[in-house]
């Protein structure tokens, strides 16, 4: 029933998006991808880049559970993991003049992993086990397709929730929420070998639970949400080393929310609601940051000092009920917000003065829809 519903709803506002704004799929040139774990499908949307219009594509069948998603470098094809046992990661396909998703590889993975990524050169592929506590690289082949099993399996701190490369594939972070640290690499992007660095890790106050990174645009900078405290973690990358320096931590969560810190993994819950942030992401040109809490399915915003790098709390927006992830396109004109909790899903149009989110348009979705990737084609 649920299906039918969707694609009835999808029906109408393709008709409607067709009629109003003039577009169809084939003329798009930017398709967002989401992620459903409970249909065990991936929602296909073309994007509008005048209005923020979506037009849906259809589902794309994946399997249970299937999560996190990331686009190649070179924006041929979308790598999604299933969570739900056999683990394996996806390999799609995408058609560039209509945004049709084609499976054309799987491969097995260690662990049922939380995040994935790809190095800048898009011949490895990262993933990271937040209940095996480790992290693993794959090769991906010349045209694209992960059909190995990981070449190098690595424990880690307690709950390793993702794990990102910086845009010279030199170095690797991987967030560890249950022991409160980022673990820090160095990559060789010829064998796609992890090795630690020294340190080998960035300690986090306690509490603070380090889920999800983003790098600024220049690699100067790490910023980390914490899913227990709320707050976004600011570190210097030293740029020889690739090691990391605290340098400030800003809140995303204002007192009048109401919220009490969460509890790390197996720590006694209490009965007051609880901060639980999920994804972190930034402006192309770095210069806002967004937060989601799923708590409160509220998203934050923060605006970075050029000079800097420093996080300054602005204000935050209502979105899907507990946004998990959210995804801004390559012109940093447009967010899409997915909720775990919602059937829907939100466009908003960012003020590249301040960046203030408007409302753009809500659109259905499936079930538990979780992670939202977005690629923009030339």
Not at 214 to 225: E, R
Not at 340 to 356: C, F, P, T
Request: charged share 20%; hydrophobic share 40%.
């Amino acid at each position: 029933m649920h299906s039918a519903l969707r694609l009835l709803a999808g029906v109408f506002v393709m008709a409607s998006s067709l009629t109003a704004f003039g577009a169809a799929p084939g003329d798009a040139k930017s398709f967002v991808y989401v992620s459903n774990a409970d249909d065990g499908d991936i929602d296909g949307y073309a994007l509008d880049q005048t209005t923020g219009a979506l037009t849906p594509l259809g589902e794309t069948k994946a399997g249970p559970k299937v999560m996190p998603m990331t686009i190649s470098p070179d924006k041929r094809h979308l790598y999604a993991v299933v969570r739900s046992e056999p683990f394996a990661v996806l390999t799609y396909a995408i058609d560039p003049a209509s945004g049709a998703l084609r499976q054309e590889a799987t491969a097995p993975l260690p662990d049922s992993m939380a995040y994935i990524s790809t190095d800048a050169t898009g011949r490895f592929l990262f993933t990271a086990s937040y209940g095996g506590n480790k992290v693993a690289v794959s090769p991906i082949d010349a045209d694209g397709l992960v059909k190995a099993e990981a070449g190098q399996v690595i424990p880690t701190g307690k709950n390793a929730h993702a794990i990102r490369a910086d845009r010279s594939s030199r170095f690797v972070y991987a967030t560890n929420l249950g022991s409160d640290q980022i673990v820090q690499f160095r990559f060789d992007a010829a064998t796609g070998r992890l090795t630690p660095n020294d340190p080998p890790v960035a300690k986090t106050a306690a509490g603070d639970g380090p889920r999800h990174p983003v790098l600024s645009p220049d690699d100067k900078h790490l910023y980390v949400l914490c899913e227990l405290s709320g707050n976004v973690l600011h570190f210097a990358v030293d740029q020889d080393k690739g090691t990391l320096t605290l340098l400030d931590s800003t809140g995303t969560v204002p007192a009048e929310a109401g919220l009490v810190p969460g509890t790390p993994p197996g720590a006694p819950a209490g009965d007051k609601p609880k901060i639980w942030a999920a994804d972190l992401q930034a402006t192309p040109d770095g210069r806002f940051l967004y937060a989601t809490e799923r708590t409160t399915s509220r998203i934050a915003l923060l605006s970075v000092d050029p000079a800097s790098g420093k996080p300054t709390y602005v204000t935050n927006y209502a979105t899907e009920t507990q946004p998990r992830g959210i995804r801004i396109d390559a012109s940093g004109t447009w967010l899409v917000a997915s909720g775990e909790k919602s059937d829907r899903l939100s466009v908003y149009r960012i003020n590249k003065a301040d960046g203030s989110l408007v409302p753009a348009g809500r659109y259905p979705v499936g079930r538990d829809a979780n992670w939202v990737e977005i690629v923009d084609l030339p």
